[in-house]
T-cell receptor, first 111, second 116 residues
Framework: GEDVEQSLFLSVREGDSSVINCTYT??????LYWYKQEPGAGLQLLTY?????DMKQDQRLTVLLNKKDKHLSLRIADTQTGDSAIYFC???????????FGAGTTVTVRA | SAVISQKPSRDICQRGTSLTIQCQVD?????MFWYRQQPGQSLTLIAT?????????ESGFVIDKFPISRPNLTFSTLTVSNMSPEDSSIYLC?????????????FGSGTRLTVV
């Protein structure tokens, strides 16, 4: 699959904003996703963005896409303890349904 | 989005044995995917399973080790054969998004496999 890179760890204080970053290399990546994995659980789709968009907001989540730099970020406002999880960035091209995942960012929310 | 029931949720198996993992979907889907998540790692696609045809395996995965069945549009199985401790991982199935879209990939809750 194509390369998708993320920072591995993020520690944030409860109530602050979290920003998780992701870069990808496939210029044909048309669809980009953020998944959440809580301990012992499967993957939950949080949000997605198409490459013809720059930003998408969904309640506490804001996704920003910089196509020129192939950079994707997920901002979680007012981070709560329930947000502690591993967050995966993933991408797929328009002509394929395979997903390529980043290594995952472990977010730890401290009181 | 489709709802997937995956089982078993976890198992501890002896080396040399085989384990079959099942995924049942609440709606008909053309494509199902099987992923492996090794401890502390990301997800790696094992194969794509379409109903009525042989599964398509990714580089590094072979049918003899990971045979897949897809008897109908709502069900698939993945078998991990002749297991060794290196096969200890979480195995997840996934289904395609809604027709014509690229969002809504749904995942099963995963099977946590430990080989001893």
């Amino acid at each position: 699959g194509e390369d998708v890179e993320q920072s591995l760890f993020l520690s944030v204080r409860e109530g602050d904003s979290s920003v998780i970053n992701c870069t990808y290399t496939d210029s044909s990546s048309t669809y980009l996703y953020w998944y959440k994995q809580e301990p012992g659980a499967g993957l939950q789709l949080l949000t997605y963005i198409f490459s013809n968009m720059d930003m998408k907001q969904d309640q506490r989540l804001t996704v920003l896409l910089n196509k020129k730099d192939k950079h994707l970020s997920l901002r979680i406002a007012d981070t709560q303890t329930g947000d502690s999880a591993i967050y995966f960035c993933a991408e797929s091209p328009s002509n394929d349904y395979k997903l390529s995942f980043g290594a995952g960012t472990t977010v730890t929310v401290r009181a | 989005s489709a709802v997937i029931s995956q089982k078993p949720s976890r198992d501890i198996c002896q080396r040399g044995t085989s384990l079959t993992i099942q995924c049942q979907v609440d709606s008909q889907v053309t494509m199902m995917f099987w992923y492996r998540q090794q401890p502390g790692q990301s997800l790696t696609l094992i194969a794509t399973a379409n109903q009525g045809s042989e599964a398509t395996y990714e580089s590094g995965f072979v049918i003899d080790k990971f045979p897949i069945s897809r008897p109908n549009l709502t069900f698939s199985t993945l078998t991990v054969s002749n297991m060794s401790p290196e096969d200890s991982s979480i195995y997840l199935c996934s289904v395609e998004p809604d027709t014509g879209t690229h969002y809504g990939y749904t995942f099963g809750s995963g099977t946590r496999l430990t080989v001893v």
